[in-house]
């Protein structure tokens, strides 16, 4: 049943906020995540609430290679840290950002060398650096999750090269958390091999249960670890699409795709994977980790994030207002605002669009929406190329807030918008991520939009042309008014006629009042 709307069922939404001051603060946000296998620097255009990576760069350091057995953290990688930091010190003076917010996490808050390295750092490069502790670590982590899922709920298990991090999220919220000790850098050390290695894993898997409590919703995976076994695990599928962001897996498929990673040459499915040596060399530990949460937890579903710490430290900064937004909406709002040849089309093009989808829930009517915003935002593109420009930009671009099966959804309808048939683009092994009704859907929708881009009107209202779609009778018919009748040329018919063969209308027509 058809759950009832008001009457602009756009006003869920609110104005855009990316031109309000409070938001436009966070255009060009610098963050600095000092980890204890990696250094990076991330400068968001944070104005949109689905913030781009102006800048992203990761320097793999090692700082807390050995610290089991020294207490010190890694000389080399130390060297290799400051090296990086002058770097993006220059590189944030040279893009004149805003201080950067520098944190510091597990290896630099364990050392005994730690805080001689924080003041070097900081009387070396000038950043004010803050060491933070598990819990703030987990907490962050968390509300990176919240950047790309607001409202979700589950377990955040956030794993960096010396710890590991558990938080519960529940409508937005983060609730309880715990730090531990089980990062692959500090399980790689311990005398004794993996027997030793599991009854550590054990003892401190037990404390976090015992801590956490029941955690059976959705278990979301932070950290570079859990995206390279990710990569894996799509290397095992075949998976077409790959965005490890919001890929899915479950406990059988994590199983399988950890005995394959044990039966295959680990320097060739690196290079497969497109994994780094470092990493690699450390997926195994993470693995043994990944086997007892799951054993222990038990998740009904797995995802994988790529927002984690560094997009909770913008998030942080995010007004209240601008959290609750969805991000995947406020997003295509900032593009069509940014590229569109009409800004405030797309909300007009919903409008003529939507009597094809009466029954479409809130997640259908969404997509629909981010589909109207973004469908001009290509137009720039050589014509012969719009059509895949618009479907790479929807399956690939970073878009918080979007299954994979939304985000081919989202690209087919653009595809549509552009084209009229879809082969010959390489995208067609995607489209089976959606079933086909879905993507009958999809083909509705972009040919919908391919004849509403015709009707291109600053005030396209239901009085000027509307489309009204019986489907028991599964007739069609376009009603335009006398003003905007002479846009009924030949190419408009021959759209009009191309979305009547799609909905399988018995009778359509054009009605001029």
């Not at 000092?34 to 620097?41: A, E, Q």
């Not at 794993?159 to 529940?170: C, K, T, V, Y």
């Not at 009229?420 to 999809?442: C, I, M, R, S």
């Amino acid at each position: 049943m058809q759950d009832s709307l008001p009457q602009d069922d756009w006003a869920q939404f609110g104005q855009p906020l990316f031109d309000d001051p409070k938001s436009r603060a966070l255009s060009r946000v610098g963050v600095v995540d000092i980890g204890s296998n990696s250094v990076r620097m991330v400068v968001f255009d944070g104005a949109a609430r689905s913030p781009a990576y102006f800048f992203n760069e990761k320097i793999l350091c090692g700082l807390g290679a050995g610290m089991n057995e020294t207490g010190h953290l890694n000389p080399e990688g130390k060297d290799r840290a400051l090296v990086a930091l002058r770097r993006f010190q220059c590189l944030a003076d040279g893009m004149d950002l805003p201080p950067l917010t520098v944190v510091a996490t597990a290896a630099m808050r364990d050392a005994q060398d730690g805080p001689s390295f924080r003041d070097q750092i900081e009387a070396e490069t000038g950043l004010k650096v803050y060491v933070i502790d598990g819990n703030e670590e987990a907490r962050l982590s968390a509300q990176g999750v919240l950047l790309g899922w607001p409202g979700s709920y589950g377990l955040i298990c956030d794993i960096g090269g010396s710890s590991m991090e558990l938080a519960e999220i529940n409508h937005g919220e983060v609730g309880r958390r715990i730090s531990s000790s089980l990062g692959p850098l500090k399980l790689m050390d311990i005398e004794g091999g993996r027997p030793a290695r599991e009854k550590q894993i054990g003892t401190v898997m037990k404390e976090l249960k015992d801590h956490m409590g029941k955690q059976r919703d959705r278990l979301f995976l932070v950290g570079g670890s859990w995206r390279a076994l990710a990569k894996v695990d799509m290397e095992r599928r075949n998976y077409p699409l790959h965005v490890l962001h919001e890929y899915r897996m479950d406990t059988e498929s994590v199983a399988k795709t950890i005995e394959f990673l044990g039966e295959h040459d680990p320097e060739e499915l690196r290079r497969k994977c497109g994994i780094s040596s470092t990493r690699m060399g450390l997926l195994p530990y993470a693995a043994e980790v990944l086997s007892e949460l799951l054993v222990r937890f038990k998740p009904k579903d797995i995802a994988i994030s790529s927002y984690g710490i560094r997009e909770g430290m913008l998030y942080e900064q995010m007004s209240e207002e601008l959290r609750r937004r969805d991000p995947l909406i406020e997003a295509s709002r900032f593009a069509e605002a940014k590229d569109a040849r009409i800004p405030g089309f797309g909300k007009r093009l919903y409008d003529f669009v939507k009597p094809l989808f009466p029954d479409a829930d809130a997640p259908r009517r969404r997509l629909i929406k981010a589909a109207c915003l973004m469908h001009d935002v290509s137009w720039r593109a050589h014509p012969d190329y719009r059509a895949e420009i618009c479907f790479d930009n929807a399956t690939r671009a970073n878009l918080g807030g979007l299954k994979h099966s939304e985000r081919v959804f989202l690209g087919i309808a653009l595809l549509y918008r552009y084209r009229n048939k879809p082969e010959g683009t390489h995208f067609e092994p995607l489209f089976d991520l959606v079933d086909k009704e879905d993507q009958l859907q999809a083909e509705i929708l972009g040919k919908a939009m391919r004849l509403g881009a015709m009707l291109w009107m600053e005030k396209l209202t239901k009085e000027e042309a509307h489309l009204e779609w019986k489907p028991a009778k599964r007739k069609l018919s376009l009603h335009l008014s006398e003003n905007s009748a002479p846009l009924y040329g030949e190419v408009t018919e021959a759209r009009f006629n191309s979305l009547a063969a799609t909905l399988e209308a018995e009778e359509h027509s054009v009605e001029t009042s």
